[in-house]
């Protein structure tokens, strides 16, 4: 598989691009500055210089032309509700009608879980990241692409377990960037997961056991 990715220098694209280069796909990671392109390349991905807020639809479909998939984990990081609109937003809008015009059909995001911090106080900024955040998801469900939105609890930097509770709700907690990174992974590659909503935690279920689980949930039963 040919995966272009949006957010690659990221900590949970970085850790994808490895899954993805080690199991033998392709793997296109988009940087905005220079100093992303070493990150980018160091995870076995090849770097191409792009930005979601400067870049047309058109320029991001002419990157994304001959993949197979995009993997948007993008975002602005605590950086002003401004950038918040422009790369989680219409950054997000912008990539989707890209893969669109590419004729790149697989679009993975990367969300956020609804009840994420929801036991601190509450901040402008924040309300404004889970406002856009849902909005953009919304937009992704409403292109006729084949989409698969994770929203992970919060993120830890601490080393991941291979262990998760994913479902399409589920109870709100922390999980491994590693974790959600290796879910990607699996998930990206199981045509089941196509056009739902799964939300992620640290749990007990091996990644590969709980991406067959949903996949079973997620294909039709017919009987006789």
């Known amino acids: 598989m040919k995966v272009f990715q949006i957010g690659a220098a990221g900590g949970v694209g970085r850790r994808l691009a490895e899954l993805l280069t080690a199991r033998g796909d392709e793997v296109s990671g988009m940087h905005r500055s220079p100093e992303q392109a070493d990150t980018v390349r160091a995870s076995g991905a090849t770097p191409v210089t792009g930005d979601l807020i400067e870049d047309s639809a058109e320029e991001l479909a002419a990157k994304f032309a001959g993949h197979d998939a995009v993997v948007f984990s993008a975002g602005a990081h605590g950086t002003g509700m401004d950038k918040t609109t422009l790369i989680d937003g219409r950054g997000l809008e912008k990539a989707a009608d890209a893969a669109v015009r590419a004729g790149v059909r697989r679009f993975v995001l990367v969300s956020v879980f609804p009840d994420a911090l929801r036991d601190q106080a509450p901040a402008e900024g924040f309300e404004h990241y889970m406002k856009v955040k849902k909005t953009a998801d919304v937009y992704l469900t409403s292109t006729g692409l084949d989409w698969l939105i994770v929203r992970p609890g919060t993120l830890l930097d601490e080393p991941g377990t291979g262990r998760v509770t994913a479902g399409w709700a589920v109870e709100y907690g922390d999980v491994p960037r590693d974790d959600v990174a290796a879910f990607i ?29 949903l996949a079973t949930s997620a294909t039709p039963r017919h009987t006789a």
């Open 185 to 213: 992974d699996a998930a990206l590659h199981e045509p089941a997961l196509s056009r739902v909503i799964v939300e992620l935690t640290s749990g007990d279920a091996p990644v590969a056991d709980a991406v067959a689980q």
